[in-house]
């Protein structure tokens, strides 16, 4: 007994890390995805109902689909108190749209060879969304057996005598195209933990300095102002002997400040790192509304850059404010992360220009982000959210690849979006796109 509840919970774990995983690579995707299936529906059904006759179709089924693909159409749209439920009804869409869809449709037109082919390219639609060959399987089994179900009910003469011969080219599909798929994801999974092992490793080590550092910085707080007071005192009245400069004076004033700043700069570009690497997620409780505008200047103000010239590269147009919901800290290393892309980008560039612009509208806010640089090839711009992706077209000095991952994760959890448009020897600009409050 004890084994079997042991497995059931291994398998309930690994089925939630599958559908957390295939919605979060697919859903931001939404719109190509939704377009696919609230036209493909009826304009299949037009096709095997009129253009090349089939001995069953039906309208409802097909409209039912459209329906919840056009949920998904309008996912920023949902209220918040929907938001919970997105990986769930991906899923439910999924399921319907593909092994029962094609498996009712299968048995009702007698394993037709149309109808035949069909399941096949379903069968392998589905492997590539589930991301996971054990919601695969999940999805395969349940969906399969509400079509079979329905179509017991749905005939006088049940007969699966037609289906067996075509058993073998399923299964034979079903196996190949999962080891294609899977062991790739399997190989980039086990990237990930080791990655995550490490990092984790080193965050510890380097989160026990910096906690040093703070509480000396602490505890500096409680007696370095009245010293520096002291020291005023004594000044004025003449009894110290080489006087600090007041530039180095009003340095060492605001340095505790800075210091802390510092620490808790460091400990979030530590937590970027694990959520990158998946070892931690994104707190959504801890969300507030912040001004766009501050947030940028923010940014900027303390972007290390290498040169008051390099600084002098980035300009902003900022009138055009507007709210967000989020986290100020991880949206100021969005922008840290943009910053950095755009200055290596641009650094072969004689007159280089990085512009950052914000634009209001009814509906959705944006903020631009836009470079003169080299630029990004099309087969690039499909991949550059992908964590550890790399191109040869990709500058060495852009980093590890998890920087633009780590964008697009982010503003997903701002139920906001990101995408990139590019050409190549001109121009590169993201669009950072939120939905209006």
Not at 14 to 37: K, M
């Amino acid at each position: 007994m004890q084994t079997i509840r042991k497995c059931f919970r291994y398998v309930n774990i690994r089925l939630n890390q599958a559908l957390n995983d295939s919605a979060e690579y697919f859903l931001p995707h939404t719109v190509y995805i939704s377009f696919i299936g609230v036209f493909g529906f009826p304009l299949y059904y037009l096709i095997w109902a009129y253009l090349f006759p089939q001995p069953y179709e039906n309208l409802t089924l097909r409209l039912i689909g459209s329906l919840l693909f056009l949920g998904i159409a309008f996912l920023n749209n949902w209220p918040n108190w929907m938001r919970p439920y997105t990986n769930l009804y991906w899923i439910i869409t999924i399921t319907y749209s593909l092994p029962f869809f094609f498996t009712y449709m299968l048995l009702m037109n007698n394993g037709s060879l149309i109808w035949g082919m069909s399941m096949m390219g379903g069968l392998a639609i589905s492997i590539l969304l589930a991301y996971n060959w054990i919601l695969f399987i999940s999805m395969l089994i349940i969906g399969a057996s509400l079509a079979i179900l329905l179509y017991v009910f749905s005939v006088e003469t049940v007969t699966f005598s037609n289906y067996y011969e075509q058993l073998p080219i399923y299964s034979f599909l079903i196996v190949t195209t999962s080891i294609i798929f899977y062991y790739p994801y399997r190989l980039k999974q086990e990237k990930l933990k080791v990655l995550a092992s490490i990092g984790a490793e080193i965050s510890h080590e380097l989160r026990t300095p910096l906690m040093t550092i703070h509480n000396h910085a602490h505890g500096l707080n409680r007696y370095l102002p009245e010293l520096l007071n002291v020291y005023e005192l004594a000044n004025k009245h003449n009894l110290v002997e080489q006087p600090i400069k007041s530039q180095t004076f009003s340095i060492l004033n605001a340095s505790l400040e800075q210091i802390k700043n510092e620490v808790q700069h460091s400990n979030t570009v530590i937590d970027i790192l694990l959520m990158s690497l998946g070892k931690s997620k994104i707190n959504q409780e801890e969300f507030e509304y912040f001004s766009m505008a501050d947030i940028v200047t923010q940014a900027i103000e303390r972007y290390p850059f290498d040169s008051q010239d390099e600084r002098n590269i980035v300009t902003t147009h900022l009138s055009d404010d507007f709210q967000f919901f989020g986290s100020d800290l991880l949206m100021m290393h969005v922008i840290f992360n943009l910053i950095k892309n755009a200055l290596v980008f641009t650094n072969t560039t004689s007159e280089a220009s990085i512009e950052l612009h914000l634009k209001k509208t009814n509906n959705e806010n944006y903020l631009y982000f836009r470079d003169n640089g080299k630029g990004i090839s099309l087969k690039d711009r499909l991949s550059i959210f992908e964590s550890f992706y790399s191109s040869a077209n990709l500058d060495k000095g852009a980093g590890t690849g998890i920087g633009l991952a780590f964008c697009k994760k982010v503003l997903t959890s701002f139920n906001a979006d990101i995408t990139c448009d590019s050409k190549l020897g001109e121009y590169t600009e993201f669009t950072l796109s939120f939905p209006a409050p």
